[in-house]
């Protein structure tokens, strides 16, 4: 079970996009993350007629390390860690370090 999945809303604790809040678009699978609105870069793009793209120069994200990146926390309005304990039924659920509180239920 990952700590951070697609559809999170995250906040950058590290790197130039420090304390940048976004959502996770995509999760790669070599321990990276795609976050909405975080990493912009500018990239040069050829143009390409059978697909249709222009080229010229294109601001688009790139992907930040997992470890840059923790959860927010709506209740504490902070950056905060996560855990995962099994609850008395059986499943795995994520949880909040600070206040404990469950995040799928």
């Known amino acids: 079970m990952r700590k951070i999945r697609k559809g999170d809303d995250i906040v950058m604790i590290a790197g ?4 940048r809040r976004g959502l996770v678009m995509r999760m ?3 321990g990276h993350v795609l976050v909405e609105g975080v990493n912009k870069v500018k990239k040069h ?3 390409n007629p059978i697909k249709g793209v222009a080229g010229g120069i294109v601001e688009k994200e790139m992907p930040v390390d997992i470890s ?4 927010f926390n ?4 902070k950056a ?3 855990g995962i304990k099994v609850l008395e ?8 370090k600070s ?4 995040l799928d239920v």
């Open 16 to 19: 130039k996009d420090k304390g």
């Open 28 to 30: 790669l699978d070599d």
């Open 45 to 47: 793009e050829k143009p």
């Open 68 to 71: 840059n990146v923790a959860l």
């Open 74 to 77: 709506p209740a504490t309005q």
């Open 80 to 82: 905060d860690r996560v």
């Open 89 to 96: 039924d059986g499943r795995k659920v994520r949880y909040f």
């Open 99 to 102: 206040n404990g509180e469950v």
